[in-house]
């Protein structure tokens, strides 16, 4: 049970929206905030409470709107800040908070900021970024030897002053130097005047990156790597609590919001910190290690794939259940705009296409904390592999394909890695219907659809009762009559059962048992009945045709069957 209760972040269930791959409304191949008021009714029925908006603010896209250019002015791609005043009226209209994204550990290269940065050195905002003096090093004339995240160096040498700035993502992505005061009066400034326009929180990007060691020292060298690994000197760093204090303090404090960090490298104690309900800056979390599964270690990227274990997954999920437990408050997620498709990931995209979908619905819903759905994963909707290069559009994809063919890594391998993680993955357009173009737009989308829409499409699934989508409709509904759901304490059971992944959350006098077989068998929960004491009960929801009471002696669960028992 978490030290605060009732609030409406931990009671909802959160929709996340890509903007671009959502509706496009006016047929020049991008979603646009018209495209999103079109489909409110759609969210309404689904039962979602809050909408998490990935950035819709003024860009150049570089990385798709995470790098702005203006923090208070609509992309034009997307539409007119009266567009956007519309959109929130019509998701407050509906009972639907609206979540703002807020990208501030860097700008856009092209934001007045940094055009002001750039000029001199004694230019009033050249503070506002990371400027270095380059080293006499020929080989390696770069102020240290930290990479950045979409490839390459972290540093980038501008001529105009013949210094270095700091950028951990890509070269249009400068990092702001938080330790400036004046940097953080504007940032601060910028959060107010939204929460003034009635937005009801903000996902902070990479906010646990702003705070950079002094003397910013070099990182680990992996393997054969060519730069070194920073995130020891900017992840979680020594300013970090304070700087998200002040911004508690002076922006968040005394209003019912939520602040919701984008925290890579955090674990269960630090995490704590962050969210502790009396004095954590902020509200949730989410954390990184369960995507984490299926990277190679001994490789030197996540591309480098490696088969995730259901050992492994259980032992992340009860780090994190228990490690919060009492002091924190869980955000909850299988897929966002940065990760492949949960059911081509961690299920089985074809045989139990539909059975694995929701089974992972299930898992999400039964946790401790508050649900995240990312646009499409209501619809089962699946990776896409495509055959060419040519066909993909993410900046992290594409640096990391030219730098690795540079080094001589075939094309065919390289493709393996992408389709199982690139981030495009999940950024194809939304498949309305079975129209052209999945019903997304009426033009040339920016990104091709997934050829799977004849298939999964919303307006078939909206149609047949027995769809995912009702399947994440009925368990959003279920969660909001069942506290225990919410709050209960969860503890895992058949700890090393090797296909089924099984527990119990327990509030007051309410105790549920959640049985999943992660496989393509069947397979018995053996023992279950000795390790909780619990014979049977009734059924609340499951994937498959079962009612009413049901035993756990002689119980066979059917391949990536889920069901959640009351007992
Ligand atoms: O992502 C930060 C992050 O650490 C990763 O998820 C990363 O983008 C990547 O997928 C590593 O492989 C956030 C945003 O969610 C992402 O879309 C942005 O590209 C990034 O920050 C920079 O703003
Ligand atoms: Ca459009």
Do not use: C
Request: aromatic residues 12%.
């Amino acid at each position: 049970m978490s030290a605060v209760t009732g609030k409406w972040w931990q009671e909802g269930v959160f929709y996340q929206i890509y903007p671009r791959s959502f509706a496009d409304s006016n047929g020049d191949g991008i979603g646009d905030l018209q495209g999103i008021i079109s489909k409110l009714d759609y969210l309404a029925e689904l039962g979602i409470t809050a909408v998490w908006l990935s950035p819709v603010y003024q860009s150049p896209n570089d990385d798709n709107g995470y790098d702005i250019s203006d923090y208070q002015a609509i992309m034009a791609d997307f539409g007119t800040m009266a567009d956007w005043e519309a959109l929130l009226a019509g998701l407050h209209a509906r009972g639907i908070r609206l979540v703002m994204d807020l990208v501030v550990n860097h700008t856009s290269d092209e934001h007045h900021w940094f055009v002001e940065s750039r000029k001199s050195k004694e230019n009033p905002y050249r503070d506002y970024y990371i400027w270095r003096k380059g080293k006499d090093d020929p080989e390696h004339p770069e102020p240290n030897n930290w990479g950045s995240f979409f490839s390459g160096s972290a540093w980038k040498h501008d001529p105009q002053t013949d210094e270095w700035f700091l950028h951990i993502f890509s070269q249009k992505q400068p990092d702001l130097n938080w330790e400036n005061g004046r940097v953080r009066d504007d940032v601060f400034d910028m959060m107010t005047w939204w929460l003034d326009k009635g937005v009801d929180g903000f996902r902070m990007d990479v906010i646990n990156f702003i705070s950079k060691a002094p003397g910013l020292p070099d990182g680990a060298v992996h393997g054969d790597a060519r730069y070194g690994d920073g995130a020891a000197y900017y992840i979680n760093g020594p300013r970090l609590l304070e700087f998200l204090g002040e911004m508690n303090q002076r922006v968040l404090a005394g209003r019912d919001v939520v602040g919701i960090g984008e925290t890579p490298g955090v674990d269960p104690d630090y995490a704590a910190k962050v969210v502790n309900p009396e004095t954590g800056p902020l509200d949730m979390v989410f954390q990184f290690e369960h995507m984490g599964l299926d990277t190679d270690p001994a490789g030197t990227s996540k591309f480098d794939v490696a088969p995730w274990s259901l050992e492994a997954l259980k032992q992340v999920t009860v780090r994190w259940q228990n490690g919060l437990e009492g002091r924190g408050w869980n955000a909850l997620y299988l897929s966002n705009h940065d990760q492949p498709r949960q059911v081509s990931r961690f299920g089985n995209d074809t045989r139990y296409w539909r059975e694995s979908a929701k089974l992972l619905a299930t898992f999400l819903h039964t946790q401790q904390g508050t649900p995240f759905i990312y646009q499409g994963e209501e619809l089962g909707m699946t990776n896409v592999p495509f055959d060419s290069i040519e066909d993909y559009r993410d900046i992290e994809t594409l640096n990391f394909f030219r730098e690795q063919r540079a080094l001589g890594r075939s094309e065919t391998e390289l493709l393996h890695g992408i389709h199982v993680k690139g981030r495009d993955n999940s950024r194809t357009p939304i498949q309305w219907d079975d129209s052209p173009n999945a019903g997304f737009t009426t033009g040339t989308p920016w990104i091709k659809v997934n050829p799977n829409y004849n298939e999964i499409n919303a307006a078939q699934q909206i149609a047949d009762s027995e769809s995912i989508f009702h399947y994440y409709r009925r368990i959003v509904a279920l969660r909001k009559q069942h506290p225990v759901l919410i709050y209960g304490r969860f503890q895992l059971v058949l700890a090393s059962h090797p296909q089924i992944f099984a527990y119990t959350r327990t509030h007051g006098d309410s105790v549920l048992l959640v049985l999943l077989n992660f496989s393509d068998t069947s397979a018995t929960p053996a023992g279950i009945v000795d390790e909780t004491g619990h014979a049977g009960g009734d059924v609340l929801i499951g994937n498959y045709a079962r009612s009413g009471r049901i035993e756990m002696e002689g119980l066979s669960l059917a391949p990536w069957e889920a069901v959640v028992v009351k007992v």
